[in-house]
């Protein structure tokens, strides 16, 4: 859905790879299918606050946890290693650009993307970096006169396009093409395929959109979004297309309709949601059609997590956390957050965990069918929810613009400013040995304890 905020018109990710036979690691989604799901204890709602960490800029990034450090990138152009039982610095590499890329680890080396248009590999223990790899160039997409906004000659940039694509890494084995690969995409409308020890060329796939969304690794075949409107399946080892499957357009609007969540993988069932108000299940072999869901044309930019027949996700505009059952695409509850949902959920035994654009982060006990929850707040929305939230304590742009005119682009640049002072949490959480780590739009990671 377009943000109803700016014009009049309309009313209202780490991920380490293998085949799938790999053991799990407790990391951004878990698996190379992106499931969601950690194998870690479960029921347990947030406690004490172990440490936070400040960056000098806001936290889009994911964190990943490897060897007893916290990966995580910044849009201060860094990109941090910190210790994990006292949250003190390891290391921090500086880019030319600000990093909103999740990063991935393998054989001691971690990888991620930067909007200086490189793909770095760099040392995991000491921050060296090992090589670069130069796209096509790293981009927010955008258009003049974006929804009709004023003036109309303006290039604008779309302000709710936080991440850039997180690579994969498939392991050598059946159907991957000798040895480790590095796959991501780039604004330049290419899924990349690397030698991950070199970083030369394998091959790359030309799409007709900027690629913000991170693959997913299954069955020997990449799967992606692009914002060309289509989901694509490729082979790992050739670069060529098995399938695409294409998204709903919306006539005025379609340029930034297209998809900006990843697909999350199970039992050969591919889940991704788009910005044309959908939710999808696709055969994987073949691409076809098992059902759609519609969100009531609010945008779905999470990557959902899958377990027990049931599939959760978060929306945008609506601010409503889905759980539906996998088999059919029927709804089985909701609940309502207070701001935007673009935190992917975690979820581990009973308890599903997501922050939203209001600085909350959610703990969601899964057996009270969206009733029962509890809430741990950043620092930015400690200080600043009573001046920039509405009377209900609710994301409202209408409410943060006050007489801004909001057909002109440039209020809007101001009220999300407003937006980001609450800490809004927009990295996706990890957990590991019973604590939880996150970004937030505060510039802080934080690693918060999960109790009984």
Same mark, same amino acid.
């Given at each position: ?68 450090? /916290?990966? #995580? ?65 790293? %981009?927010?997409? @955008? ?31 059946? @159907? ?32 007709? @959109? ?41 006539? #005025?609007?379609?340029? *930034? ?66 759980? *539906? ?37 959610? /703990? ?30 609710? *994301? ?17 640049? %101001? ?17 590991? /040995? ?19």
């Amino acid at each position: 859905m377009k943000k109803t905020y700016f014009f009049l018109i309309i009313t209202g990710l780490l991920f380490v790879c293998c085949n799938r036979r790999s053991t799990w690691h407790d990391v951004f989604h878990a698996d190379e299918a992106h499931t969601g799901i950690y194998r870690t204890a479960g029921g347990r709602n947030p406690g004490t606050l172990r440490w936070k960490f400040k960056t000098g800029d806001k936290i889009f990034s994911s964190p990943v946890i490897e060897n007893g450090l /916290a990966f #995580v990138g910044s849009e201060d152009s860094n990109f941090y290693a910190i210790k994990i039982y006292s949250g003190e610095l390891s290391w921090k590499f500086h880019t030319g650009g600000a990093v909103s890329s999740s990063p991935a680890i393998f054989n001691n080396t971690v990888y991620f993307i930067s909007y200086d248009g490189h793909c770095y590999a760099l040392d995991a223990v000491t921050g060296k970096e090992l090589w670069k790899f130069k796209t096509g160039g790293e %981009k927010k997409v @955008g258009a003049k006169g974006l929804w009709t906004m004023k003036p109309a000659d303006m290039y604008m940039e779309d302000l709710w396009d936080f991440f850039l694509s997180s690579p994969v890494i498939g392991i050598n084995g059946p @159907g991957i093409n000798k040895g480790p690969t590095v796959y991501f995409g780039s604004s330049d409308g290419n899924l990349y395929a690397l030698d991950a020890i070199n970083g030369s060329l394998k091959w790359k796939f030309k799409t007709n @959109g900027i690629i913000h969304t991170s693959p997913a690794l299954y069955d020997g075949t990449i799967f992606f979004g692009s914002w060309d409107t289509y989901l694509y399946a490729v082979d790992a080892q050739t670069g060529k297309e098995v399938w695409k499957f294409k998204t709903r357009e919306q006539p #005025v609007y379609h340029l *930034l309709e297209g998809i900006q969540a990843s697909p999350a993988i199970s039992d050969s069932v591919l889940y991704f949601g788009a910005r044309d108000g959908f939710f999808y299940a696709l055969k994987t072999k073949t691409g076809d059609s098992l059902w759609s869901f519609s969100a009531d044309n609010s945008w779905v930019l999470t990557t959902a997590a899958v377990t027990d027949s049931t599939v959760y996700f978060g929306t945008s505009d609506s601010y409503i956390f889905y759980a *539906l059952d996998a088999k059919t695409g029927k709804k089985k509850y909701s609940m309502k957050a207070k701001g935007y949902l673009y935190s992917s959920p975690a979820v581990t035994g009973r308890m599903a965990y997501y922050g939203d654009f209001t600085g909350n982060l959610y /703990a969601l006990d899964l057996r009270s069918k969206g009733k029962n929850w509890q809430t741990f707040p950043t620092e930015g929305r400690k200080s600043n929810a009573a001046r920039v939230l509405n009377q209900n304590g609710e *994301l409202d742009f209408t409410y943060t613009a006050g007489k801004e005119d909001l057909t002109y682009y440039v209020p809007g640049v %101001k009220v999300m400013n407003e937006f980001y002072t609450l800490g809004s949490i927009v990295s996706s959480p990890t957990i590991y /040995a019973n604590t939880i780590y996150f970004g937030s739009a505060d510039g802080y990671l934080y690693a918060l304890e999960l109790t009984p």
